[in-house]
């Protein structure tokens, strides 16, 4: 899943000119003979009002397996109108263990119509109460001894209590998209989305990650639609009356959870992989982009295979869009299901790659669904090391420094999320809902802890290590204890001390440090800070210090903080060190304040060869005119953030050399950032250049620069060029017309906005919907409320709950202006039409708030009802 989040011995690092001595020295022990008096021990009396209650922490177990799905087959039709599923269900069953008599299974606001001890055998009686059918199997059944449960039933998933987190905003299992074809710009679909617990509202099964089995699943669907599930497609028969029956079957136990069906209009594009086949599936308009859409597929499938010592498991790797889709994207056993903002043209990729969630979503294969956490409190067994897969990555395609800028804001995500809501063991037992876990913890903190695992016991070891795990552990389900063995095993190490401190304790160390040289040596005087109550108090960190020499040269010496207040000594420093830092090769997960000087910080972006490093001197010389002097070096930097902020410092005595990045510069974040430089500095005669650009250009980022620089200077230059681009179906340049157009006050540009409403994916929809507001706010009321019908039919009928909620959000807005326009009694006159239209749009935000299911939508629409 991808939101929208990601180790004895008692260890002494001993190296050559490094020494931390600690003595104990133990008191004398003196024995004296000596009679005591009589000693009385009472109780003190009781007082119920002073009594202390205890209890337990919460905890939240592996789910009880009490018997063992061996084989599910499903078969199953649509009603497109009611959005129902008509579904007959096969389950091979055995128990686990102990003798079982019943069997209780997930099904959700089911319809069931018959329970039988096969297809053809004996009615079974049963008890049902909308969440949990508990069958009775007629005798008891032993170990070894398997049956088969044959359940006809039909499936609501729009029925019932309806909820969603953060991380996957709706719980309904099964998706119907624009169902009866009520808006014909919108792609009919059928999807699923399984994770957590939610696949139970659409087929009966025991839904919790430690079960799994194989399947079969027989879709039966209009003739023009196309069909994806797990597994390999088997075959396709034509039923005569205008369907097919699609046959799809996965031949590798996977859990209840990662079970998909996607039903729709796609261009299939296919390629081979070592002898696998690998499948894009993207709406027909985006076929020329498929591959680039999903990019590097088959070199990431290569690559991860490689260092993971374990070829990729499954049959075939198919990856797909869904419409309005309830999350990033989910690693559905070779079904992966992506949000259709991933879907670009090709010159939407420039700079702007879908990179990191595709690796994302490919490692799940392996930490996920070949090895799966059994129990949502283990999550970040699942997410955190997918978290981690873009990482590994971008190192391994674009260089470390990109892979540091993404461990950077995995680090901000991480910190941000602990400050606002809280910290919590990695390993979370104590969660009060299972989708609490979809948090900063689970992805963020999991691959940070990784990477620190990682740097402890060298990079032979760690990939050796995960591949034992997963070959210990495949096809199973696992806590952290396999993880932390199967690196002891490999390394031979005891790494308790590791697990327990970042997966079994909460938070991360908080240290103040700083720093002296004396005689030969240097000093790091550290105290960690971290709260108790939030952080573990003390963390034990192996790190490497660099010491940077009065040249430049670095040199490292490993070093353990291990106290709250400590002093680490590094030995044979022959001069005083330009800098020094702590963790040299920033490899920790925490928060470091180091005391240093300007200079020092200069020297350490001058001539520290780490991304990091060079990232937090920026922020700490932040306004300083010592930048000028290195902006020359900073511009010829390997990343392009670190370019962006040389342009920010570079003078005018460069002008030619920032003119020339416009269009050289490799990355195009870089080129506009050059012309916004550019064009601060010489102003007007910077036009011609940016026209230039407009002419050349492909990506969008110097494009929306270049208006940018029209708009400042001649508007109606800007706003021709602009209109140029309105049949540019690319989201983000959407959004950023929308907002020139706002800004322009022209009623002429509402048209083009509500065109693209419905298009923009979740990462533009708040921007559009605000700046088409901005604009509709600025007309007469006539305007606003020509443009009611069409937000009112988003609001009730859109399957995007963010597109509802900003429609009935616009009308209430309307609705809000005309109240002030009708309560001014400063304006001269007043249009008599105007207390109509106020009881219009109220009874159009009752008549939405009536239709609406969504309970989180309608808690937040109480403030717009009169």
Known sequence: MYKLILTTTVLFFISCGTTKEVVYEAPPVLFEEEILDTLVVSAPAYNPQKEQLYTLPQYNPEATRTYDIIHTKLKLGFDWEKQHVLGVAYLDIEPLFYPIEKVTLDAKQFIIHSVKMGENGNELSYDYNDFQLEIDLGRMYKKGEKTTLFIDYTAQPNEGPMGGSAAITSDKGLFFINPTNESPDKPR??????????NSKWFPTFDKPNERCTQEIYLTVEEEFETLSNGELISTTRNGDGTKTDYWKMDKPHAPYLFMLMIGDFARVKEDWN?????????PEFESSA??????????LTFFSEILDYPYPWNKYSQVIAEDYVSGAMENTTGVIFGEFVQKTNRELIDNENDQIVAHEMFHHWFGDLVTCESWANLTLNEGFANYSEYLWYEHKYGKDAADAIRISEMEGYFYMALEGGTHPLIHYGYDDKEEMFDAHSYNKG????HMLRNIVGDEAFFASLSKYLKDNEFTAVETAELRMAFEETTGMDLNWFFDQWYLDKGHPQINVSYEYADGQVLIYTEQKQEEESHRPIFVLPLEAAIYGQDGSITYHDVVVDARVDTLVIDGISEKPLVTVLDGKS?????????????????????????????????????????QDLAGQMIN???????????????????????????TDPHSSTRAKALNSYSKIVGEASI????????????YAPIKAAIKVLNKHDKVKAIRYAEQLKDDSASTLIGFLTGLFAESGDPKHLGYIENNLSKVGMYQVFNVFGKYSELLLQQDADVMMSKIDNLKSMAIDDGNMFRRYLSTNTINSIKRKLTEIQSDDKLAEKDSKIGGYIETLKSTINEIVSKEKDQSLIARYGSYMD
């Open 189 to 198: 679909q059928i999807w699923t989305q399984g994770e957590t617990e939610n």
């Open 275 to 283: 002898g696998k086949e690998l499948e894009y599936m993207v709406y």
């Open 291 to 300: 591959k680039n859409i999903f990019n590097h597929t088959p070199e990431m």
């Open 447 to 450: 691959g940070l802890v990784l």
């Open 587 to 627: 490899v920790l997960l925490g928060e470091i304040s180091e005391d240093r000087t300007e200079e020092e910080w200069i020297n350490l972006l001058k001539y520290s060869p780490n991304h990091f490093d060079k990232r937090e001197a920026l922020s700490q010389l932040k306004n300083s005119s010592a930048l």
């Open 637 to 663: 930097d390997k990343h392009h953030i670190i370019r962006n902020a040389g342009l920010d410092n570079l003078n005018e005595s460069m002008i030619e050399k920032m003119k020339a990045m416009v269009t």
């Open 688 to 699: 011609a250049l940016a026209e230039q650009v407009l002419e050349n250009e492909q990506a």
